[in-house]
């Protein structure tokens, strides 16, 4: 098992993060959406924080949640006829739950799912697009259609169809669970991945703010990310924060090295990337693979987060959700249409 952390300073605020994060998600998934390939969300829902009596956490109790024990031995999850749903019966469902055909606003307000069929509970009072994050979590399942951009050793022992990448996530800011796995690979690949965001105090990282066992923290990695330091190959100017300052907050441009010392607002994502790969002759190569494409992947989307801040800056939660429930329809139209870029994750 391959256990991972990556420490990644941003110039934020946690309220600010959490609009950033989503946001800039969103975008990169229009970006990246395409030519058959990209990303399509299944479901995104709400649902109820399960805290034990001391406020903490209970993972078991999470909807749709399998520990590495149970996927590991094969138990189904309870809504896989979900999964294997057809793309025509998934646009139907989301046209019986737009806006238009359910009427006034009041009507979401009491259902929990925007993005798959609107499901009525009129116990429950709460608006889709404007929800207390202190009382409930938000669940998505997205699936990644990225054949082209897998490195060479993958896309051989893949047949054609079987690249796809099922993401399920479990958005309980400021945490967040996200376990990755593979149908073809079953319980030979499974990634989770564990993000904790916390406001640095006294200039100090916490060293354990996953609560990782002692077995664990002897086997854990920590790789710190400077959004600013320049990246290995092609840089945007539009996207470096080394040269980007920010019209709406001020912020910028981010000395490289310098920056973070003494600035504020600053916090850290603490993510945890814990991979099991049993794959033989290739778990050395694959782990390999795996630190390098997720320190690209974080420090490029982490950069954009801060660069694109003008364009996110001052909108409100209910405001992104609402980006994200038309998201939904816009990538099942584009998915199958256009050109997408083949560049893969990380260079072979």
């Known amino acids: 098992m391959k256990i991972i952390e990556y420490r990644i300073l941003m110039p934020l605020t946690l309220d600010e993060n959490l609009i950033g994060q ?130 060479w050793f993958v896309r051989k022992l893949l047949p054609k169809d079987s690249t796809l990448i099922h993401e399920k996530s479990w958005n309980m800011y400021p945490t967040v669970k996200t376990v990755l796995t593979n149908e073809y690979f079953k319980s030979s690949i499974r990634v989770e991945l564990d993000t904790v965001t916390r406001e640095i105090k006294d200039g100090k990282f916490e060293n354990n703010v996953h609560n990782l066992t002692p077995a664990q923290l002897e086997k854990r990695e920590i790789v710190f990310i400077d959004i600013a330091e320049k990246l290995d190959g092609e840089n945007k100017e539009s996207e470096d924060p080394s040269k980007f300052k920010s019209q709406k907050t001020g912020r910028g441009p981010l000395v490289p090295g310098e920056w973070y010392k003494g600035h504020k607002p600053l916090l850290c994502c603490y993510k945890l990337v814990t991979a099991e790969i049993k794959l033989f002759g290739l778990q050395t190569k694959a782990e390999g693979y795996l630190k390098t494409m997720y320190k690209q992947l974080f420090t490029i989307f982490h950069r954009q987060i801060f660069c694109w801040i003008d364009k996110w800056h001052g909108l409100s939660l209910e405001e992104v959700r609402k980006i994200e429930y038309d998201l939904a329809r816009i990538l099942l139209k584009k998915i199958d249409e256009g050109e997408l870029s083949k560049n893969q994750l990380v260079n072979e």
Do not use: C, M
């Not at 709400?46 to 993972?59: A, E, H, R, T, V």
């Not at 590991?72 to 006829?81: L, P």
């Not at 006034?104 to 994050?133: C, M, P, R, W, Y």
């Open 22 to 151: 989503l946001w800039s998600f969103a975008e990169v998934s229009r970006e990246n959406t395409g030519g058959g390939e990209g990303v399509e969300i299944l479901e995104n829902t709400l649902f109820d924080l399960p805290l034990d009596s001391n406020g903490q956490l209970i993972l078991r109790k999470l909807p749709e949640y399998e520990d590495f024990d149970t996927q590991t031995n094969g138990k189904k999850s309870k809504k896989e006829s979900k999964e294997n749903l057809k793309k025509e019966e998934r646009s139907k469902s989301l046209e019986r739950s737009d806006i238009a055909s359910v009427g006034s606003q009041s009507q979401l307000h009491q259902s929990k799912t925007f993005n798959g069929v609107l499901e009525s509970n009129s116990a429950t009072n709460i608006s889709n697009f404007n929800h207390d994050i202190t009382k409930y979590g938000q669940y998505t399942h997205k699936l990644y259609k990225i054949a082209s951009k897998l490195p």
